[in-house]
């Protein structure tokens, strides 16, 4: 069974820092291409940020470059967002995604909330 489950999210400062974490079972984490995505109420679901399969390239929307930093533990299966100098229009619900020429995937979706 595929599952995508994202973690760390909550309530920050503007200014402030949040890791979010994602992790994968039922499929082989190393081949896909992961994604952040995000949707604020009432916006369409937009890219955060993606990291290819192997070699580690990443790329950024340009909202969040030099703010936010993907990554990826192949061995732990696990995918993480680092969020750095959090702005209010940072808030959102925060997806993750695996993507394959074959299959798509998505996680349940973390809020994140940033407030002071």
């Known amino acids: 069974q595929v599952q995508l489950v994202e973690s760390g999210g909550g309530l920050v400062q503007p200014g402030g820092s949040l890791r979010l974490s994602c992790a994968a079972s039922?499929?082989?984490?190393?081949?896909?291409?992961m994604r952040w995505f995000r949707q604020a109420p009432g916006k369409e679901r937009e890219l955060v940020a993606a990291?290819?399969?192997?070699?580690?390239?990443?790329n950024y929307a340009d909202s969040v470059k030099g703010r936010f930093t993907i990554s990826r533990d192949n061995a732990k299966n696990t995918l993480y967002l680092q969020m750095n100098s959090l702005k209010p229009e940072d808030t959102a619900v925060y997806y993750c995604?695996?993507?394959?020429?074959?299959?798509?995937?998505w996680g349940q979706g973390t809020q994140v909330t940033v407030s002071s």
């Open positions: 990291i290819a399969s192997v070699g580690g390239s990443t």
């Open positions: 995604n695996a993507d394959s020429p074959r299959n798509v995937y």
């Open positions: 039922g499929f082989t984490f190393s081949r896909y291409v």
